[in-house]
């Protein structure tokens, strides 16, 4: 028997005013969709800022359903987006951003696993790394440089 130690590695910025201006401004647009959140059961609304490497920014937010698990994560809903109308582009950057109509999200809340798996088949995809910030509804936010901080040990096509 042998032992895998798997480490991973945040930047951690104290708030949303001590990014870098692209970030900022990324980060800004993912708390602007958030509003537009469909959440009637959860009443946790998250938003999503997909930067391309085409210059362009690609938004989502979360979408429920009553009949779960048929609604799609705000990074999803973003993702798939891109995919579809700039499908030869790569993302650059993912901003991220949660919060609750019921109690404050003062800790950063990262994606989903569902989420983290379509990030990881995006940037396996386009063989670039995705940097991914993300944050609740104020206080720090986390800087990853790739997913595979989030999801190490990650599955892919060559597994199939």
């Given amino acids: 028997m042998k032992h ?3 480490n991973t590695t945040f930047a951690v910025y104290p708030s949303l005013t001590d990014l870098p201006q692209d970030v900022h401004d990324l980060m800004t647009a993912a708390i602007e969709i958030r509003k537009t959140a469909y959440a009637p059961y959860s009443k946790f609304r ?6 391309l ?36 582009a790569k993302i ?28 990881s088949e995006y940037e396996f995809k386009q063989d670039t790394p995705i940097e991914i910030y993300f944050m609740g509804e104020m206080g720090e936010v986390y800087q990853s440089d790739s997913i595979k901080n989030l999801l190490p040990l990650s599955f892919d096509k060559n597994f199939l």
């Fill in 4 to 6: 895998i130690n798997i």
């Fill in 46 to 51: 998250v938003g999503a800022a997909l930067l």
């Fill in 53 to 88: 490497d085409n210059g362009k920014i690609v938004l989502g937010s979360n979408q429920e359903n009553a009949a779960y698990p048929s609604g799609l994560c705000a990074e999803r809903v973003a993702i798939f987006h891109s995919g579809a109308i700039y499908p030869d």
């Fill in 92 to 119: 650059l950057k993912l901003a991220v951003t949660a919060a609750s109509d019921t109690n404050p999200t003062t800790s950063p809340i990262p994606p989903c696993g569902a989420c983290r798996q379509s990030i």
